[in-house]
Nanobody, 127 residues
Framework: QVQLVESGGGLVQAGGSLRLSCAAAGRTFSSRAMGWFRQAPGKEREFVVAINWSGGSTNYADSVKGRFTISRDNAKNMVYLRMNSLKPEDTAVYYC????????????????????WGQGTQVTVSS
């Protein structure tokens, strides 16, 4: 089992930056792909970015490409999401997630490929 806790959300002006953190507890964390998803009020949860188990491969949604950066530190059981040039449309609850498998090499984009989820952290971008 993997338990995840997000932090770092808050209120920021458009054009500003924020760094989200995801702390993981579980012996198999370093063997799993990790992802960030987000959900705005009244909307469906959407994929933001994924990183493979080693940190060597990433996969970004077009809406955040060039602005967001995912990274991981397996020695610390941590995953990060650096968000730059924030826009009001980035406002959402952000969730980190751990993949179901410990044997894969990819960076899945579907929420159905993730088995473990954090509680979420609110990001609000004002105009």
């Amino acid at each position: 089992q993997v338990q995840l806790v997000e932090s770092g959300g808050g209120l920021v002006q458009a054009g500003g930056s924020l760094r989200l953190s995801c702390a993981a507890a579980g012996r198999t964390f370093s063997s799993r792909a990790m992802g960030w998803f987000r959900q705005a009020p009244g909307k469906e949860r959407e994929f933001v970015v994924a990183i493979n188990w080693s940190g060597g491969s990433t996969n970004y949604a077009d809406s955040v490409k060039g602005r967001f950066t995912i990274s991981r530190d397996n020695a610390k059981n941590m995953v990060y999401l650096r968000m730059n040039s924030l826009k009001p449309e980035d406002t959402a609850v952000y969730y980190c997630a751990a993949a179901r498998t410990t044997t894969g090499w990819g960076t899945p984009t579907s929420e159905y490929d993730y088995a473990y989820w954090g509680q979420g952290t609110q990001v609000t971008v004002s105009s």
